[in-house]
């Protein structure tokens, strides 16, 4: 909780952040440059850590995730220049990767018969943060300046690697012989187990539409207010703050029950069911015409998307070569990461031409064409067609 609570104090802040260095031309285009190197380091570094964890123990990845954002934060006030942010940016994206270590581990301690609900239980934790994050960053911008709220994502994240540290515990089986680094070969591995590339596929488009989206819909509430200082008597920073904690909160409130309907029910029909709930959930995003709909949008795309990922992790985990959990999830997180940095890119390319409606349409475009994709070509999944079909199931490992 305090990882994520640490980062989502500042991050769905970062245009405001910004602006306030002086960046008023290409606002969109700077805010994906930032993101992109951040999750772009990210992608290409977590399937290392992946490898070692598989060797040294999934602990390793909270431990140097908390301690080197932490650090990486604690420089960005000290260096108010958008060039240095970049480089700052990339150091912290090479650390990233407390939650989806606190992911592994949980999927690859838990029972099978409890997975969906230790996985959805984590994952509440982690949007707990979430949802706190921005009501903390609104409160520190009244009284600090917009760079020293990166200073209280510091203390967090710093928090949160002393908490891994010092209150976990894993029973670490290594494997035979010294540790080598075979990336390439592991991913060659993960990608031959019929359905897996899918399976990542899924996990970075659920990335890229519930998470990566957030420093966009800041730019939408920046449309949207245009010169005027306040809507309904609250600033943008307000605003900001209220869209991210509306879906984090309905996001909180569904996911256990997601994670019921994950133990009770066949994986790969509700990761279906999910996929078309998030996408009649996108459209209300783009047709939203104040900040006050943004939210609610926002909170509707919470609770219908929220299962999607719990679903991806626990068929990850079933699917994945003997020995091999920690990589295969590993790689999922990294197009996560993926995912992450593509969209403020993506969203900073389409909106000259587009706009940022454009883009958030074209996102439901994406939800939808991966439903059809997954309904047609998932491992084990076909939509209930009376006696013209049936459910097809897979055992679990």
């Not at 942010?85 to 029972?111: E, K, Q, R």
Request: overall charge positive; glycine content about 12%; hydrophobic content about 55%.
């Amino acid at each position: 909780m305090c990882s994520s609570l640490g980062f989502s104090c500042s991050w769905p802040f970062l245009p405001i952040i910004l602006k306030d260095l002086g960046v008023t031309h290409d606002l969109g285009a700077w805010v994906g440059y930032l993101v992109g190197v951040f999750f772009g380091a990210s992608f290409l570094l977590t399937p290392v850590w992946g490898g070692l964890a598989d060797h040294f123990g999934k602990r390793t990845l909270m431990v140097r995730a908390g301690f080197g954002m932490g650090l990486g934060f604690f420089l960005l006030p000290l260096f108010p220049d958008i060039r240095a942010f970049l480089g700052i940016f990339l150091l912290i994206g090479a650390a990233n990767g407390y939650i989806p270590g606190a992911l592994a581990m949980t999927a690859s301690a838990t029972p099978p018969s409890h997975a969906g609900r230790a996985l959805a239980i984590v994952q509440m934790g982690s949007l707990v943060g979430t949802a706190g994050g921005p009501a903390l960053g609104a409160a520190l911008f009244t009284v600090l300046r917009p760079l020293d709220v990166f200073w209280a994502a510091s203390a967090l994240t710093l928090t949160a690697g002393g908490i891994a540290l010092l209150f976990t515990r894993e029973d670490v089986t290594r494997p035979e012989g010294r540790f080598r680094l075979t990336v390439l070969q592991d991913i060659a591995a993960c990608l031959r187990v019929p359905g897996m590339p899918l399976l990542y596929l899924v996990n970075g488009v659920f990335v890229m539409t519930f998470q990566g989206s957030s420093t966009i819909v800041s730019l939408l509430m920046l449309e949207l207010m245009g010169d005027a200082p306040r809507f309904r008597g609250q600033g943008v920073a307000f605003w900001i703050g209220a869209a991210t904690l509306a879906m984090t909160l309905a996001s909180i409130a569904a996911a256990y029950g997601w994670g019921r309907l994950l133990d009770r029910f066949h994986v790969p029909h509700i990761l279906a069911v999910s996929l078309l709930t998030a996408f009649v959930g996108s459209l209300a995003i783009p047709a939203s015409q104040d900040p006050l709909q943004v939210v609610a949008a926002r909170a509707l795309l919470g609770a219908l998307m929220v299962g999607m990922q719990p679903a991806v992790l626990r068929l990850v985990k079933q699917q994945a070569p003997p020995g091999m959990e920690a990589r295969a999830l590993g790689f999922a997180a990294a197009l996560q990461m993926l995912g992450n940095g593509s969209a403020p890119m993506l969203a900073g390319w389409m909106a000259p031409a587009a706009g940022l409606r454009g883009y958030f349409l074209f996102n439901s475009a994406i939800l939808l064409g991966t439903l059809a994709l997954w309904v047609v070509r998932g491992p084990a999944v076909r939509l209930p067609l009376g006696r013209w079909g049936g459910w097809r199931r897979v055992e679990e490992r």
